[in-house]
């Protein structure tokens, strides 16, 4: 038997399975992990999320879009007075992997052997190896060109981990160079 709840309740019940997934959740997860049994549709799920957006917007905690989903997360302009609390550090990434990351990130798909090109220096395989690893880029298959190397892109993880939703909200290399940088250091440190 199916039963119909009110907005408020789906609106509290997707608030908390937002605050103890470990991962985004898409909409289409919400509607049938937690309402299989009752007959809510997208558009209520949708009316909840912008709701809740709303009401976090502005606050310690906010409900954003990512690639994968929803979340919560810390409200950024908090980062700095937040990061004595964390006892686990996150890991630094080099200049030489932040570069190789970025030229993934806005020349996908690319081969090891075309950012080498690019960056002027040969990419050491525990740069791809720590990337792969953190499930920022993955191998794409491979280029039709004799060697056949692998070519590679970035992942869902990649876009959550840095806030994004796609590729498209990228700053522009050229006009946000600082914008850029001051985004990935916040994400970093």
């Known amino acids: 038997m199916t039963m119909k709840?009110?907005?408020?309740?789906?609106?509290?019940?997707?608030?908390a399975?937002?605050?103890?997934?470990?991962?985004?959740?898409?909409?289409?997860?919400?509607?049938?992990?937690?309402?299989?049994?009752?007959?809510?549709s997208l558009i209520e799920v949708n009316r909840a999320l912008d709701s809740l957006t709303a009401r976090y917007l502005g606050r310690g905690v906010?409900?954003?879009?990512v690639a994968s989903g929803y979340r919560f997360q810390t409200n950024?302009?908090?980062?700095?007075?937040?990061?004595?609390?964390?006892?686990?550090?996150?890991?630094?990434?080099?200049?030489?992997?932040?570069?190789?990351?970025?030229?993934?990130?806005?020349k996908q798909p690319i081969t090891r052997a075309e950012i080498e090109e690019i960056r002027g220096v040969?990419?050491?395989?525990?740069?791809?190896?720590?990337?792969?690893?953190?499930?920022w880029i993955k191998a794409a298959g491979h280029k039709e060109v004799p060697g056949r190397p692998v070519i590679y892109i970035t992942t869902k993880v990649f876009l959550d981990y840095f806030g994004l939703t796609s590729l498209k909200q990228l700053p522009d290399v050229?006009?946000?160079?600082?914008?850029?940088?001051?985004?990935?250091?916040?994400?970093?440190?």
């Open 76 to 106: 950024v302009q908090y980062h700095q007075v937040l990061t004595g609390l964390s006892p686990n550090k996150p890991a630094k990434i080099s200049q030489a992997m932040l570069e190789t990351l970025s030229l993934v990130a806005y």
């Open 174 to 189: 050229l006009s946000n160079t600082a914008v850029a940088e001051s985004a990935v250091s916040n994400n970093l440190n």
């Open 122 to 135: 040969a990419v050491s395989s525990y740069i791809i190896k720590s990337l792969i690893e953190r499930d």
């Open 62 to 65: 906010e409900l954003v879009k």
């Open 5 to 15: 709840i009110n907005s408020d309740e789906i609106e509290r019940v997707i608030e």
């Open 17 to 40: 399975a937002l605050f103890v997934s470990e991962s985004p959740l898409s909409k289409q997860q919400l509607k049938e992990r937690l309402f299989s049994e009752q007959t809510i």
